[in-house]
């Protein structure tokens, strides 16, 4: 007796050089792609206020050096410079309430 799911389509995968044999669900095939992040977009990654900005348009910034503070749950949280560059865009003021993931500065 023929099994009900041998006609369902096999795709495969290939996973440190192995090949695997596969039926991918629904869920995995329209699931949103991994996107590497940007280290020159400070994105926030939790959602809260603006308690300062130490930063503006065109100061030049060192990996490690202070560019605002996110009030989140109650905790002040010091957001640091990811790499060394040049301050491109302030989209933030102190006092603003911002999402998880809303951009905060762009470096250059």
């Not at 996110?70 to 905790?75: C, H, Q, T, V, W």
Request: net charge positive; hydrophobic share 35%; proline share 3%.
């Amino acid at each position: 007796m023929k099994n009900s799911k041998s006609t369902d389509k096999y795709q495969y995968i290939n996973i440190d050089n192995i090949k695997y044999k596969t039926r991918l669900t629904k869920k995995f095939t329209k699931r949103k792609i991994y996107e590497e992040k940007d280290p020159r977009k400070v994105l926030a990654f939790i959602p809260g206020t603006i308690r300062k900005v130490f930063v503006t348009q065109g100061k030049k910034v060192r990996e490690g050096d202070k560019i605002l503070i996110l009030e989140a749950m109650k905790m002040n949280n010091i957001i640091i410079s990811p790499l060394d560059g040049t301050v491109k865009h302030v989209n933030v003021k102190q006092g603003k309430i911002v999402a998880k993931n809303e951009l905060l500065i762009e470096i250059a």
